[in-house]
């Protein structure tokens, strides 16, 4: 008998409390758990003024079709849904010609395996009707000691809140190793004003020596 039954999509922000509830106020440290996500390497410019996130000029975001093949996967194969993870962004470098070296990535359950990515990308390659695709990878992240802290307000003035999280971090005796993550919580839609606009400021720390 086939199981009719539609399973209730499970939210990760609630498996990740700390990460995607974070509360507005001084910094917070964790050891964050392993993770895994469906990342993109892109060079870039951005789109600063794009309500939500910052918005890719210079390549196409494609990693989000893959995570949306995941979904199709668990949903009709092990009757298990989940709701699409906010995008976050690793900001390793700024080039002379002002493009960021960055990784842009999507959290996914940690059951997913590397058999049901490289199904995923296959089928996302397919629809695409291309030979290649960007740069996309299935990422495992370690276990790690994280700061983080929440920025309200628009995301291209992040850097004041990452300058007082470097400095919070100091008084407690640790130092930021770089590059830092910016995990957009809003989604990219007018009706949320660029003042109540949140992002998670995120980076592994370590005593300072």
Not at 89 to 112: C, G, H, S, T
Request: aromatic residues 10%; hydrophobic residues 35%; glycine residues 2%.
């Amino acid at each position: 008998m086939v199981n009719t039954n539609k399973a209730k999509p499970v939210d990760l922000r609630k498996v990740y409390q700390q990460i995607y509830y974070l509360k507005e106020g001084p910094s917070v440290i964790e050891q964050l758990p392993e993770r895994k996500y469906v990342s993109q390497r892109m060079i870039t410019s951005f789109h600063m003024n794009w309500d939500g996130h910052p918005e890719p000029k210079d390549e196409k975001w494609i990693a989000f079709k893959v995570v949306n093949q995941i979904k199709q996967i668990t949903k009709l194969e092990m009757n298990y849904r989940f709701k699409r993870m906010p995008p976050e962004m690793i900001w390793y470098q700024q080039k002379a010609d002002n493009k960021w070296i960055v990784e842009r990535m999507i959290l996914v359950p940690d059951f997913i395996s590397e058999e049901i990515y490289i199904r995923a990308l296959e089928k996302v390659q397919k629809s695409l009707r291309v030979d290649t695709l960007p740069s996309i990878s299935f990422k495992h992240e370690q276990e790690t000691l994280t700061a983080m802290k929440l920025h309200v307000g628009h995301y291209k003035d992040t850097s004041s809140s990452l300058a007082l999280l470097e400095k919070e971090l100091q008084l407690q005796g640790y130092q930021m190793v770089l590059p830092h993550r910016e995990i957009y919580l809003t989604p990219a839609m007018e009706c949320y004003p660029a003042h109540k606009t949140k992002t998670v400021l995120s980076v592994s720390i370590q005593p300072i020596s």
